[in-house]
């Protein structure tokens, strides 16, 4: 696992990867990569395509082979749990390990990176105002539950989950309780049917996390122009008003077009990715990145290229 450098320092050559299946269009070997290159640090992270009755001999290999971290995604991020040692508060509210850190012991530590790399994205200027907004989260899934969780912790006014399955917003609400009493925050939490959102009160936010609208579905959005307009229409001269996709390909969604038409600032869900990565990163080797914007449109453009490409 580790050389010697002239100075008689042991040179860490990290191991790292990703767990999925299937992993052919996963963009984190080529962040990651970019990250080692960026920390200047010895190491690999591979992709692993590996079936859920594999789950567990393959990770018992990895950290027999001295592996260092690991990303995990679609599907074993809630099967791996039972595998670990141990599991952060985050994951556990969640219900979802993204990330998975081996300590030198060889003990695992699952995490969950999706929560700070969505509060990260935001800019400083709108967390500040979430305490006083009115958020609607479209979809409750996986991808929910992480910006649930930081929407809650933001000390958000008010959230309102919809989804296309009344009971889906219900479970997912239960959840948010929990993380309300987790993160001892005051937030208040609705749950509404997507064909209703119409009825609703005016907002200050909208957050999709459905995959409506992601390539090659392009020209799908998860609410029509009019509900948009609706809901947005008696805070529209509001400053802070906001609409984020976490959809990534394309950056410009549907959603996001109809967003811009009503002069609502828009957030695609590039950064999001990007950051839940350099935190994982961060968790694996504690190197220093840095925070500035240079650095992030650095990586921008290297997920640009590598998403273009595998069109
Ligand atoms: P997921 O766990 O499958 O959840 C998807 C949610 O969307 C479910 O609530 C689902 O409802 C709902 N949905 C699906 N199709 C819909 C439709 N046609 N109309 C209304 N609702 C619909 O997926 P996920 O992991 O959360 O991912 C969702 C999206 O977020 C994907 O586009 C993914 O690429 C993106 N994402 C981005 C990041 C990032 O870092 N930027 C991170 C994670 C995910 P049902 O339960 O009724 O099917």
């Known amino acids: 696992m580790s050389t010697s450098n002239p100075e008689e320092q042991p040179v860490i050559n990290y191991k790292l990867g990703i767990f999925g299946h299937p992993l052919s269009h996963t963009l984190s070997p080529v962040l990651h990569q970019t990250l080692l290159a960026k920390a200047k640090l010895k190491g690999e992270y591979l992709p692993y395509d590996i079936p859920a009755e594999q789950l567990r001999s393959h990770l018992h290999q990895f950290i027999a082979e001295d592996g260092h971290g690991l990303n995990v995604t679609i599907p074993h991020k809630v099967a791996v749990m039972p595998l670990l040692d141990s599991v952060s508060q985050n994951a556990q509210l969640i219900g ?154 394309p950056q410009d969604t549907q959603l996001l077009k109809l967003a811009q038409r009503l002069n609502v600032q828009t957030f695609d869900g590039l950064d999001m990715l990007i950051l839940q990565g350099v935190a994982a990163f961060r968790l694996w080797t504690k190197a220093e990145l840095p925070n500035s914007e240079l650095f992030m449109e650095t990586l921008r453009q290297v997920l640009l290229n590598k998403l273009t490409l595998s069109e």
């Not at 390990?97 to 994205?121: A, K, L, R, Y």
């Not at 009115?134 to 000390?155: K, T």
């Not at 919809?162 to 997912?172: C, D, I, P, T, V």
């Open 96 to 249: 979802a390990v993204n990330t998975i850190i081996i300590q030198p012991d060889g003990s695992s530590h699952g995490d969950n990176t999706d929560i700070v790399g969505f509060t990260e994205s935001l800019p400083a200027l709108l967390k500040q105002q979430l305490p006083q907004q009115h958020v609607v989260l479209l979809g409750a899934g996986g991808s929910a539950r992480a910006v649930l969780a930081s929407l809650i912790q933001l000390e958000t006014q008010k959230i309102t989950i919809s989804a296309r399955q009344l009971e889906k917003a219900l479970s997912l609400k239960q959840s948010g309780l929990f993380m309300r009493e987790a993160y001892q925050s005051q937030t208040q939490l609705d749950t509404c049917l997507i064909s209703e959102l119409e009825n609703l009160q005016p907002i200050q936010g909208a957050i999709n996390t459905t995959p409506q609208g992601m390539w090659p579905h392009t020209e799908a959005s998860p609410i029509s122009e009019n509900t948009l307009q609706q809901l947005f229409q008696t805070s529209s001269s509001e400053s802070g008003l906001f609409v984020y996709d976490l959809i990534y390909k």
